[in-house]
């Protein structure tokens, strides 16, 4: 070890506390592997990979200290006490990941792997900043004992900063540790962590605050030790008579919390009654935890009067972080309200070391426990939104304050918020239990779908295969996951519904030799009361409405404007005074060089001079102007083969220019759509007279509307437009 990394201080810690870690894990690591970790360590830091960081803190000493803390307090396992002896030579690039994973395992592997991407997070020190807070939870929860890890380094941290001579440096991470880690500390039921941790922040961050409640407290010692005597001392002989054994504590409440209380409260130390709770630990077997803590709770409240409104029974219904206990308050000597907890030993245990102590007791994996809650914190922020400050209330909120806990038939627990519904514990369990889900049985009984759940319920989903998720459903839930579940499903239904309409009715559009026409459809939509054309098509699915009757609205609608009155033949209309054309001037001769007659250029396929065109006698008297090859054109042409007549241009337009829409298609490129317009303006007697741009992975699509004087005049153009750079495809569109 070089000194200029260590003082002899350091020095001698790192040497004891590594010989304290490997007598604590002597009976699950071999000897080899002990030399290998103490070689990867020591020749890190003769290479110069554990320097002090920009703060002066020795890497070396805090990662010792963090895994000390999670041997000795919280019961970590080996493979956590590894990694965070060797996460910062992987951060320091002297040994590989991968060359962790090849030598110590998977697991090892995965802890550092998580470590090291947190870290990446704070080099951009945003680790409180909207997306990149979520990023970092998101990230813990790739591997759920990450999260531990960073909370105890946090521990660790916050103690050797006392006295640091950074203030802005210590004031940061106090305020981090505050909306960051101490509520993750409490979710995971480290409460003797979450004390420590708030205790330092509110001293760090207000020193004078934190050092005047801390003098009056130590002022009110002596009364107030003898005051909890008094109340200790008949209680202690009652549980004795009733055969119980069992350990009273008093002890004074954080400096953090009773902070709280002053601001609530808007009163003084001296003002604040419940300074100081009791606990009395009982020593019991597991079987008989909840009669024994029942008869001391019995007999406390028979001494005492309890307040009913502060009474909490965490034992018949457990935290989700594992936390067992009964709460009372009391009515004590002198008028004073006082705080009694009951629990047993092993309740004790974990309330102190969280649910790390629960694996011990429960004998289960670590990644199955906090699988659990880790789920909860990733829907939170997946429902959160942007915004930093709403995301820490929606955290303390979610923390602190209203849950519902609800079982299965197997006995597996779920929380959910309070006013959750039989249909948000059916999406909870799994997606597609809650797309099927027509209702429930709570404690036996059948509930609906939107059936608000209470704490304690037993719920069995009660499913259909033919069931599918509706739009008031919407109404059903609480919980954001719920409600995204359903959106999903519900558009996916919509487009499918639409999809399967749609080919429907192109199929029976084809079978009847009808050319179907997006713009005659849209308008028979329009007709029958459609705003939106996913609703004409579901309705079609269902139907509700006949697609024969869709068919025949349609070629009512073609018939009006094409159809002519039979009865009169088509000399009767051509031979009538024209009213003006629509250019204003002939420039079509009709018929046998007939002048002066009533014609209109049809808008479904936007004939221009040069184009092959036909025309249509329609039923007002006028004649519609046609390209050759158009759809409609060949169609009226087969059911009305004597309407047809022959229509050829004069060869003039007296000086009007014919309207022509063209589709471009083009790599998103910026600047693409003003090389597009600036060329059609150099143009001489080319007019753009509208363009619409939209945009879709990577491709924009335009449509333009053109005036130019003719075919020839046109086609120049499309070739000039599709020469531009990035351009995929240009055409002509009807």
Known sequence: MEEAYYTAEEKKFVIDTYKKLYSSFKDEISGKEARRIRQIMSNGIKNGRAARDKYGINPTVR?????????E???????MVIAVLLYHLCKTEYISPEKVKEEFGDDIYSLINGLLKISELYKKQTALQDENFSKLMMTFAENIRVIIIMIIDRLGLMRMINHHPNQKFVFDVANEVLYLYSPLAHRL?????????????LKYTNRELYTQIAHKLNETKKERDKYIANIIEPIEKALKSAGLKFEIKGRTKSIYSIWN?????????????????????????????????????AIVTDMFRANPSRTKDWITIPKSNGYESLHTTVYGPDNRWVEIQIRTRRMDEIAEKGLAAHWKYKGVKSEKSLDDWMANVRDMLETSGKDTSELMKKMKLDIYDKEVFIFTPKGDLYKLPLGATILDFAFAIHSQLGCTCVGGKVNGRNQKLNYALKNGDTVEIMTSATQQPKQQWLSYVTTAKARNKIRQSLNEINNKSAELAKEMLQRRFKNRKIDLDEAGLTKV????????????????????????????????????????????SAQGYVMHTPAESESGNDFIVIGEGIKGINYKLSRCCNPILGDDIIGFIASDGAIKIHKSNCPNARHLAEKYPYRIIKAVWSGKTGGSQFSA??????????????????????????VLRSITVDSHDGLFQGRLVIGVNDLHELNNLLKKINNIKGIKHVQRIN
């Open 63 to 71: 990662h010792l200290n963090t895994a000390l803390l999670i041997t």
């Open 73 to 79: 307090d919280f019961g970590a396992d080996k493979n």
């Open 189 to 201: 039921g480290l409460y003797k962590v979450k004390s420590e941790l708030e205790d330092m922040s």
């Open 261 to 297: 209380k002053m601001k609530k409260q808007n009163a003084d130390v001296k003002d604040i009654y419940d300074l100081f709770a009791i606990r009395i630990i009982i020593d019991t077997p597991m079987e008989t935890e909840r009669q024994d803590c029942w008869t001391a709770f």
């Open 525 to 568: 939509v329009k007709k029958l009361g459609y705003k939106a054309t996913t609703d004409f098509y579901n309705d079609i699915i269902t139907e509700k409405i006949d697609i024969s009757s869709v068919i025949d609205s349609y070629m009512s609608l073609e018939a009006k404007e094409e159809e002519p009155n039979t009865a009169r």
């Open 661 to 686: 829409p063209i589709e471009i298609i083009g790599h998103d490129d910026i600047g693409i759509v003003n090389n597009i317009t600036s060329l059609i303006s150099k143009e001489k007697d080319i």
